[in-house]
């Protein structure tokens, strides 16, 4: 089991930074690849960025590249979304999630796909004003 809680969110101006965290508990943490995804009002939950298990593969959507970095510290349990330049089309409800596969699985990927992930926070609240 990992337990994701997220923070770090709250009401920015355009062009404005911000960073949401992730925080895991649970010892399968770093057996995980980690994504955030986001969704707003009366929309899809759409994938944002993820990060594979080791750390050293990350996949992000068109519309964030350049601007947002995701990391992560398996030492601390933790994933950040680092989130640059930021636009009004950002406003959304961010949310961590956790891709389980085991000792078995040998491939060091990203998935981008919401039906994969296994385990998913509570959200935090970003809004961007104009």
């Known amino acids: 089991q990992v337990q994701l809680v997220e923070s770090g969110g709250g009401l920015v101006q355009a062009g404005d930074s911000l960073r949401v965290s992730c925080a895991a508990s649970?010892?399968?943490?770093?057996?995980?690849?980690v994504a955030w995804f986001r969704q707003a009002p009366g929309k899809e939950r759409e994938f944002v960025a993820g990060i594979s298990r080791s750390g050293t593969v990350t996949e992000y959507r068109g519309s964030v590249k350049g601007r947002f970095a995701i990391s992560r510290d398996n030492v601390k349990n933790m994933v950040y979304l680092q989130m640059n330049s930021l636009k009004p089309e950002d406003t959304a409800v961010y949310y961590c999630a956790a891709d389980y596969k085991p000792p078995s699985y040998t491939r060091d990927n990203v998935r981008r796909v919401l039906a994969e992930y296994d385990y998913w926070g509570q959200g935090t609240q970003v809004t961007v004003s104009s």
């Open positions: 649970g010892r399968t943490f770093g057996s995980c690849a």
